[in-house]
């Protein structure tokens, strides 16, 4: 695999730092915290919440297969104007 198929796998540290900048500060401080105590990097941990959600078994974007998610439903809690 070439390096440049790999950072499009991962998330890359510049987009996490600006993901993680657009946080609530709870949530900013939530997340930093955690990979503090964890030993990651911050856009390892965006990374594995994400591929989390996507798909219970995923630690990452590479193993997350979301084929599971109704992308045609709305969560619950979500307006039609949302």
Same mark, same amino acid.
């Given at each position: &695999?070439?390096?440049?198929? !790999? *950072?499009?796998?991962?998330?890359?540290?510049?987009?996490?730092? #600006?993901?993680?900048?657009? /946080?609530?500060?709870?949530?900013?401080?939530?997340? &930093?915290?955690?990979?503090? !105590? *964890?030993?990651?990097?911050?856009?390892?941990?965006?990374?594995? #919440?994400?591929?989390?959600? /996507?798909?219970?078994?995923?630690?990452?974007?590479?193993?997350?297969?979301?084929?599971? *998610?109704?992308?045609?439903?709305?969560?619950?809690?979500?307006?039609?104007?949302?």
């Amino acid at each position: &695999m070439q390096a440049s198929e !790999q *950072v499009r796998e991962h998330l890359s540290p510049e987009v996490a730092q #600006a993901f993680v900048n657009g /946080l609530p500060e709870k949530i900013r401080l939530g997340l &930093m915290t955690y990979a503090a !105590q *964890v030993g990651f990097p911050i856009e390892a941990v965006i990374e594995m #919440a994400i591929a989390g959600f /996507l798909d219970e078994d995923a630690v990452n974007f590479p193993g997350c297969n979301p084929v599971g *998610v109704d992308f045609g439903r709305k969560p619950n809690g979500m307006s039609e104007t949302a």
